[in-house]
């Protein structure tokens, strides 16, 4: 399965982005284990770590991000 989150870049702005991609066997049941990777693709802004971690936790039910990817070096993607 592959699934993809557009996730807002800020709080308090609309520009920017993080794109969350998540791959593999995976389950919105929290009782069932996941085989998933998850893809970070931009981080926007420095606010935007707990909306990340949130959907990680709330959602993929993980705090983990396997692979990161920076597309450039503005504030709305690091």
């Not at 971690?53 to 597309?71: G, M, P, Q, R, V």
């Amino acid at each position: 399965m592959i699934e993809i989150d557009i996730l807002p870049a800020s709080h308090e702005t609309k520009s920017g982005d993080a794109i969350l991609i998540r791959i593999g066997n995976f389950s919105y049941n929290k009782n069932e284990p996941n085989s998933q990777k998850v893809i970070l693709i931009d981080s926007g802004y420095s606010d935007t770590a707990e909306i990340i971690e949130n959907h990680l936790i709330n959602i993929y039910n993980t705090k983990t991000i396997d692979i990161a990817f920076i597309t450039h070096p503005d504030s709305d993607h690091i």
